[in-house]
C-alpha cells in the first residue's frame, strides 16, 4: 500500500513538472521566438519598458495560464463525466455545454457587435449556462433518485443540436457574424488577457473543489447504485452535485477559449493505466495531464507553420485523433 501511494505521489508530481515546464517553454515562442534568459528576465525582474518583457506578460503568460486552466479543467470533466455515466467513450461536451456556450456567442456578435475575444467570456459562460439547466431538467435532475446518465447523455445531445441549429439561423441571417464566430469555434487561447483570467478566476475557485469533491462522492458509485445506498450515499445528490461540477469546469473553459475536443475523452485513458481505477485520483492526474496537454498543443500550433499560428482546437484534434486510434487498439480495460 505504501509502494502504491509512493508511486502514485510520484506519478502526480511528474504530471505537474510536466506543465509547468511545458509553460515556460511555451514563453519562448510565437511569431516573434524570445530567447530563454529574455524570458527569466521578464518573469523575476519585470521591466515595463521593455518591449519583451511587455510580450511575456501581457500576451504569452495569461495564454500558459488560460491553457493550463482550460485544459486542466476539461481533463478533470472528462473523468468525472466517464465514471458519472459508465460510458468510456463519454465526452463534457456531451452535456451540450458547447452549443449552449455557441449561441450565446454568436447572439453577442449579432446583437451586441462583439468582435474581440474579451467580449465572448461571459456570453459563452451564459450560454453554457442555460444550455446545462435545460439539460439537467431534461435528464431528471429533480427526481428523488436524480439523473439517469443515459437520460442525461440524450438531453444533452438533443439540447446541443437545438442551440447549435440556433446559431446556425442566426449566422445565415448575419453573415458578418461569421468570421468572428469561425475564430471562435476553433477553440484556442489566443487573445486571452489577463483582466479575462481575473474575471474568471472565481469560477476557477469555485469549479476545481467542486470537481475534486464530486470525484471523491462518485468513487463509491462503482460499486452500483443499490450498494452505493446501502452504504449511505445519497445517489440522487451525489449525480446532480457531480453533472453542476463537470458543467462548471466545461462552463469555464470554453466561456474563454471556445470547444476544444478530445482532451475530456483521452487523457482520462491516458491516466488510469499509471493511477489505476481510483477516480479520486484519476480526477487529479486527468486535471494536471489535460493542463499539459493542452500547452503542448498550443505550442504545437506555433511551430507547425512557421510565421503563423494554429488554434489549439485543431492541433488538439490532429494529437487526439491518432491518440484516441491508438488507445482502442492497445486500450488495458480498467473499471471507470
Known amino acids: 500500500m505504501k509502494r502504491n501511494t509512493s508511486s502514485h505521489l510520484a506519478t502526480l508530481a511528474i504530471m505537474t513538472t510536466l506543465g509547468l515546464v511545458l509553460a515556460f517553454v511555451s514563453l519562448w515562442f510565437g511569431v516573434r521566438p524570445l530567447p530563454t534568459s529574455t524570458v527569466w528576465q521578464a518573469l523575476v525582474a519585470f521591466d515595463p519598458s521593455n518591449t519583451e518583457h511587455m510580450i511575456v506578460h501581457e500576451l504569452r503568460l495569461p495564454r500558459a495560464m488560460a491553457a493550463l486552466i482550460g485544459g486542466g479543467a476539461l481533463g478533470m470533466a472528462g473523468a468525472l463525466m466517464q465514471s458519472l455515466s459508465r460510458n468510456p467513450l463519454a465526452d ?43 439539460v439537467l431538467l431534461l435528464g431528471g435532475a429533480v427526481r428523488p433518485r436524480g439523473p439517469d446518465p443515459t437520460r442525461l447523455i440524450l438531453a444533452g445531445a438533443a439540447v446541443g443540436a437545438l442551440f447549435l441549429a440556433l446559431t446556425w439561423a442566426i449566422l445565415i441571417l448575419s453573415r458578418e457574424s461569421l468570421d468572428t464566430y469561425r475564430f471562435w469555434v476553433l477553440g484556442g487561447f489566443t487573445g486571452i488577457t489577463k483582466s479575462d483570467l481575473v474575471a474568471l478566476l472565481p469560477l476557477f475557485a469555485v469549479s476545481l473543489p467542486m470537481g475534486l469533491a464530486a470525484a471523491f462522492l462518485l468513487a463509491p458509485l462503482i460499486l452500483g447504485d443499490d450498494t452505493a445506498r446501502a452504504l449511505g450515499v445519497r445517489v440522487g445528490f451525489v449525480r446532480v452535485f457531480s453533472t453542476v ?21 483521452v487523457v482520462p485513458h491516458l491516466v488510469r493505466p499509471l493511477l489505476g481505477a481510483d477516480l479520486r485520483l484519476v480526477a487529479i492526474g486527468s486535471f494536471l495531464t489535460g493542463a499539459a496537454l493542452a500547452v503542448l498543443a498550443d505550442i ?13 482546437g485543431a492541433t488538439m484534434a490532429l494529437i487526439g485523433g491518432p491518440s484516441l486510434i491508438l488507445l482502442v487498439r492497445f486500450r488495458r480495460e480498467v473499471a471507470l
Open 245 to 265: 461540477a463537470i458543467v462548471a469546469l466545461c462552463g469555464l473553459t470554453v466561456s474563454m477559449a471556445g470547444p476544444i475536443a478530445f482532451i475530456g475523452l
Open 92 to 134: 463534457p461536451g456531451l452535456l451540450g455545454v458547447n452549443g449552449g456556450a455557441a449561441l450565446g456567442v454568436v447572439i453577442s456578435i449579432w446583437v451586441l457587435g462583439a468582435t474581440a475575444q474579451s467580449q465572448l467570456v461571459f456570453p459563452a459562460l451564459a450560454g453554457a449556462g442555460l444550455a446545462a439547466t435545460l
Open 300 to 312: 504545437l500550433g506555433r511551430l507547425i507553420l512557421p510565421g503563423q499560428e494554429i488554434e489549439a
